[in-house]
């Protein structure tokens, strides 16, 4: 696919140049927002903000492949808008594993129950990123996709700034010189915060109440605070949209639905009550954002009520991992892209769009597969092999040489809640220097890099409003570990270098 020779990154740099560039890099995170919080106090507090961890050069990548993943985007904007929407599917996939998952049971359950009662708001909202990795065959490197994100899509705003920062370091004689292919033709643009605000405006301005707020649903204790603080300046400055961020137990106090309206007010002490247009959840995707069932009740009165949710449950179910598996079947990804009396002659994809999404798509299969033979084969192929559960967030697969002892210990009745997935093998050699979140202390490490595409959709029944591709983020850990997650400690913010 392409000649540059992965092994041969970074350029090679003085100690001092290093240091040089290192000091720019962290300056240009601290004063452009590139910001987390530490661990430690907890709450955190944003007086006690560190530079993010990042990367010291962009990542090459295939300015091709780029392309290609930029271009996939549209095709998933609209075929995770209709999966959210096929209600007979979601029962079918999600509902089964409702019974052996309890936290995909608690939601898919409480939907089903919803749905009897009536729901009052048609259009859900999508802050979608699918994630990929290179994959290479020989000298063939394709693109491959890791998941799919429907909930709580996070590094956007974050990861613009990260893109900023390499771009910026252009301006050090020691990077430019470092290696010809730092040029500013190589930085794509990357407008995340703009391009995910607008979703969020669509919505807003969808629901169409003067005076009204959108409410961010957060985690008590965020470390990625940062990252929704730039989405909230955008809302307001831009538009003056204010948001009101809530965890879901301030909600549980707080969040009323009117029962004649199902109008979603917050009661705020002294205040008059405000209306909510959108509700965006940067939590809500963990079992541990629920400890009681007034934490699933309250997400229950936000999902009933007349306010644009993003992502409603069945936007959230349709971004497991057992539907990305189930779209690899025959004739499931036919069912949700060509079917003309549903979608009507321009709802149709053609074969061309089919084939390329199944191109970047490694193979899985369920564990219950035939009885045993799932788990029979997972085991045959486990060191090239990654099992997922229904969660998001990271650090919760089994990986390869851990896999037979963990089906050993696995209830039969549980394999249904897990897919299989071949591992997809990334280019070897390639290196960077990872700056750790606030001491600066860098290693200079072997690396795998990990691309997501944001893309946004408003949508309900007959009608689809969406914003193709509206940015990227890379994030990078070092190969030795099977998992990346900035949240969680592995990765770093990176950028891309197309060569
Ligand atoms: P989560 O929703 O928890 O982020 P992912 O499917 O993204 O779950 O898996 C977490 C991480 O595991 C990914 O970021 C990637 O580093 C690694 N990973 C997942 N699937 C594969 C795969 N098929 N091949 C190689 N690495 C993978
Ligand atoms: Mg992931
Ligand atoms: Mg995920």
């Given amino acids: 696919m392409t000649a540059f020779n992965f092994a041969q990154w970074p350029p090679h740099l003085s100690d001092k140049d290093r240091e040089t560039l290192q000091f720019r890099a962290t300056s240009y995170a601290l004063s452009h927002g590139l910001l987390y919080l530490p661990t430690g106090a907890q709450p955190p507090i944003p007086t006690s903000a560190i530079h993010a961890p990042i990367s010291l050069f962009p990542t090459p990548f295939p300015r091709k492949l780029f392309e ?7 095709i998933y904007n609209v075929l995770y808008s209709r999966i959210a929407m096929d209600i007979q599917f979601l029962d079918r996939v999600m509902g089964a594993i409702g019974e052996v998952d309890e936290f995909t049971g608690h939601l898919w359950s409480g939907w089903r129950q919803l749905r009897q009662e009536g729901l009052t708001q048609p259009l859900h909202l999508g802050l979608f990123r699918s994630d990929y990795l290179l994959h290479q065959r020989g000298s063939d490197i394709t693109l491959k996709q890791v998941e799919f994100n429907t909930i709580s899509s996070s590094f956007g705003t974050l990861s613009e700034r990260a893109s900023g920062m390499h771009r910026s370091l252009e301006s050090s004689t020691h990077f430019f010189h470092a290696s010809p292919h730092l040029t500013a033709s190589n930085f794509p643009p ?19 109440v003067e005076g009204s707020k959108i409410l961010f649903v957060v985690q008590r204790g965020e470390r990625n605070l940062f990252d929704q603080i730039w989405l909230e300046y955008e809302l307001l400055e831009r538009y003056s949209i204010p948001v009101i961020r809530r965890t879901f137990d301030e909600l549980s106090r707080q969040a009323k639905m009117s029962a004649d309206t199902a109008v979603l007010t917050l009661e705020l002490p002294d205040e008059a009550p405000v209306e909510i247009s959108t509700v965006y959840y940067r939590a809500g995707y963990t079992p541990d954002d629920y400890p009681t069932s007034t934490h699933y009740q309250t997400r229950f009165t936000l999902e009933r009520s007349r306010a644009i949710k993003c ?45 390329e999404i199944r191109e970047s798509w490694m193979e899985m ?20 092999v990654v099992l997922k559960p229904q969660r998001e967030g990271g650090g919760n697969n089994v990986y390869k040489e851990a896999i037979p002892a963990f089906l050993d210990s696995l209830p039969a009745k549980e394999r249904s809640a897990w897919i299989a997935m071949e591992l997809i093998s990334p280019p070897a050699g390639l290196k960077n220097y990872l700056i750790r979140a ?8 072997e690396v795998v890099s990990e691309l997501g595409i944001f893309g946004w959709t408003l949508f309900g029944p007959g009608q689809v409003v969406s914003g193709k591709e509206v940015g990227w983020l890379v994030r990078t850990k070092s190969k030795e570990s099977n998992e990346g997650g900035v949240a969680t400690g592995f990765s770093v913010l990176d950028s891309l270098l197309l060569v």
């Fill in 68 to 74: 290609q993943a930029q271009n996939l985007q549209s």
């Fill in 190 to 208: 990357n407008n995340t915060t703009s391009g995910l605000v607008a979703g969020l405006v669509a919505a807003h301005n969808a629901y169409n």
């Fill in 311 to 355: 992502p409603t449950i069945p936007l959230q179910l349709a971004g497991g991992k057992k539907v990305q598996q189930v779209l690899t079947e025959p004739g499931v990804l036919e069912h949700f892209l060509c079917d003309k009396e549903k979608y009507g002659t321009k709802g149709v994809f053609p074969s061309q769009a089919l084939a």
């Fill in 365 to 384: 299969w369920a564990l219950d597969f035939e009885g045993d033979t799932g788990v029979k084969i997972a085991r045959e192929k486990a060191l090239g």
């Fill in 438 to 445: 606030g001491t600066g202390a860098t290693v200079e490490t």
